[in-house]
């Protein structure tokens, strides 16, 4: 496995005084183009740990390497470039803004990458007809579905054909059918090659996807891989 | 492991024209917030605009007056003695300024204290109306660029008959509109044969009822003694004449003889106006530092609630300095429509006080220039704090709402 997408290597995260360990020691490699699922239950940790994979943290000591980037020597310029060019986030609340299309909102995810906005509106017309969405470009946030909402967070997330696709809970504030179709378009974003990363407290979710890796107490107990098929 | 496995990564980059749309939208969510912090701003930015352009306006207007009446014109008064007592200007004064060189008119008025004028014979002896018999020189008209309402000025023919000229407001207490009506100065019947403008140069001759010399010595027995001596010289004399005027009128006691220019006068009363103007730009200011204090404040809580959306940029790829640069230019963009509403405003109230005093509108485009720039100064200054609030909020706000 030379292409690492993630490597932690004795990773810990401490918050407050006196420190609460959030995250213990954890070590772990997930290769490009790896579909997995980081579960355990509230409280374990796996938020900050999905905090530090995303770079929007720090880790207290250990060592963090995404997409080949040393992530412990890199200043904020340094790390928002990567995540603007290389990491998706999806959020359990989706984050869409009152009042603004599907297009506009997906285009913004390309916003910080320098790129003129009528090359943004292209893109993300592309994106949004990548999950399904070409007939509700002009929809606002109040007129589509629950599903529909995170498939347009999933298109803002992948406008930038990111490397890594994080998502936290995705399927977390939707009803079991749309979060079906939901999990099946990051299925199918990761047979193009996205590597995903989906948290989740949801056994019966995690077990869908080809790894699992178990969190407790902020550490790794299981790292559960299925044969490729 | 492979390191650099992956090209260099290009930097996080914002465009200009994103910049403006981010502040823009920004404000556009909140549209009431936006209009109630913009108005202090508004109303600062009106204030200072409108009180600077009123004086500015009225000042300009002074100036033309100015400008059209001389500055060259020096009055010359009896003042009062060592001992406190009145003098009198010597017999013949006239006619020695008009001597001095660099003089190139001079003319007198002489008040007959004693006579008093009456529209007939009827009207009570006490009710004289104020108004002042002045013997006047022919001269005495154009050397205080007045005009006439109506008739014509006194000459050296009609001075020698009782004929008199009014003042303006002299004959709008008699109630004389045209020349040819008879009024009583003292027991002699006087006929009108012209009514004078306003005096802007010598404004306590409005009142006065003005007779022919010749006439004035013949009835009243006037002593020839000048009141007041007006004379004109080139501007580049003034100064000259000015100290020449007092031992020249009264060679014995030149204490005794006060010399003045009435432009300075008008002038003064323009500086007092001043001194009221620079308190009314103190008010304005202190209405645009509340002002601003109502944009950081705004821009604060707006910071404070948008945590999130916040913490989704960072997400989205912004660095710290993007979120700064989004959060001053909103603040810049919400004083900016204050300050230009401001100006729209000051410029409508100027209009309006100008063209109810007749005035010229005359505002320097500085004053617009200084207004815009203050308003991009307290938008800069109250927008940084907050812009650096906002980006030091740390990028896991998006995850942990």
Redesign the interface.
Known sequence: M???VI?LDQVVRDYGSPPVRAVDHVSL?VARGEFVAVVGPSGSGK?SL??II?T??RPTSGRT?I????VDTMN???L????????G?V?Q?F?L????SALDTVA??L????T??AERRRRAVASLTRVGLAHRLDHQPHQLSGGERQRVAIA?ATV?DPTLLLA?EPTGNLDQRSGASVLELLHELNTTGTTIVVITHDVRLAEQMPRRITIRDGRVVEDDQEAPA | ??????TE???????R??VY??GA?GLK?RPTRVVLSALGIAIGIAAMIAVVGISTSSRAKLDAELASLGTNLLTVQPGTSITGQDTTLPVESTGKVGLIRGVSTAGAVATLPDVKVYRSRLIDADKSGGIVVQAADPHLLGLLDGTLRQGAWLTKATANYPTVVLGGIAADRLGIVSPGSQIWLGDTQFTVIGILDALPLAPDLDTSAFIGEAFATARFDWDGKPTIIFERSADAEVETVRTLLPRTVNPENPENVRVSRPSDALAAKNAADLAFTGLLVGLGSVALLVGGIGVANTMVISVLERR??I????????????IRTQFLAEALLLSALGGLAGTVIGFGVIAMFAGTNGWPISVPPVVFAGGIGATMLIGAVAGLYPAIRASKT???A????
């Open positions: 030379s292409d690492s490597e490699s938020s999905l905090n995303g929007l943290d390497i997409d080949g980037h040393d904020d310029a340094a928002s470039a990567l995540r603007a060019y290389r990491i986030f959020f609340q984050h803004t009152d009042g603004v913004d995810g916003i910080y990458t320098g003129p906005r803002r930038s936290d | 492991m492979s390191r650099g496995n992956q990564i290009r930097q996080s980059r914002l465009l024209s994103d749309r981010l939208s969510s999130r959306e913490g989704l940029r960072r997400a989205l790829g912004a660095t710290q300095g993007h740390p990028p896991t998006a995850l942990n709402g």
